[in-house]
């Protein structure tokens, strides 16, 4: 167990719709990250916030968006769905200093559009 | 030149053999070269990690290689098990931003 909880574990909607994936990083991380993995596809990085603030971005689509919250749980929200954006999200999170740069990954969220 | 090359893109190997997976990346700003091992429906989790100050890196059975001028760096597994059977990811990334993954090794460890 890393110590990263993801909610929910699966989300099965349809085109069109807007969800939310929420993400709890390990006591004492203040960094978070946003993952897609697509069926047999690496990870992609999609954003990252420390302590409150986006520090990096990545791959994200305008029609997903992220925050991290003042009790730094971070939440990914993804709209107008489409077929392909159908994948793994993971979420991990590291102490966000330059120096201490390990993450650990949250066990996932398995999002299904139909 | 964010990219990160990753070779095979699967692995078969007998139990006891020795796998090894290579890694090749062009941004030179990158500081921190680590692998992660997945398996099915499970996050990645990391397995060791490297600088780019060292050549080498061992953690128990799992060996880095690095080489700088070459901007390669490899993972080998040393007396595999089918334990170790599992999608294996390098990545790179600068200042612990930005991490770049490979696309993956599926490795499978026969008995």
């Known amino acids: 167990d890393s110590g990263v909880t993801q909610t929910p574990k699966h989300l099965i909607t349809a085109t069109g719709q807007r969800v939310t994936l929420r993400c709890s990083p390990r006591?004492?991380?203040?960094?978070v990250y946003w993952y897609q993995q697509s069926l047999d596809q690496g990870l992609q990085f999609l954003i990252q916030y420390y302590n409150g603030e986006e520090r990096a971005k990545g791959n994200i689509l305008e029609r997903f968006s992220a925050q991290q919250f003042p009790d730094l749980h971070s939440e990914l929200n993804l709209s107008s769905l489409e077929l392909g954006d159908s994948a793994l999200y993971f979420c991990?999170?590291?102490?966000?200093?330059?120096?201490?740069?390990?993450?650990?990954f949250g066990p996932g969220t398995r999002l299904t559009v139909l | 030149q964010q990219q990160v090359k990753q070779s095979p893109q699967s692995l078969i190997v007998q139990k006891g053999g020795i796998p090894i997976i290579n890694c090749a990346y062009e941004n030179t700003a990158f500081d921190y070269f680590p692998w992660y091992q997945q398996f099915p429906g499970k996050g990645p989790a990391l397995l060791i990690a490297?600088?780019?100050?060292?050549s080498e890196k061992k953690e128990g059975r799992f060996t880095i290689s690095f080489n700088k001028s070459a901007k390669q760096f490899s993972l080998h597994i040393m007396d595999s098990q089918p334990g170790d059977s599992a999608t294996y990811f390098c990545?790179?990334?600068?200042?612990?931003?930005?991490?770049?993954f490979g696309p993956g090794t599926r490795l499978s460890v026969l008995p």
């Open positions: 006591s004492g991380d203040l960094s």
């Open positions: 991990a999170s590291s102490t966000g200093t330059e120096w201490d740069n390990e993450q650990f």
């Open positions: 490297i600088r780019p100050d060292v």
């Open positions: 990545a790179a990334s600068q200042y612990g931003q930005n991490f770049v």
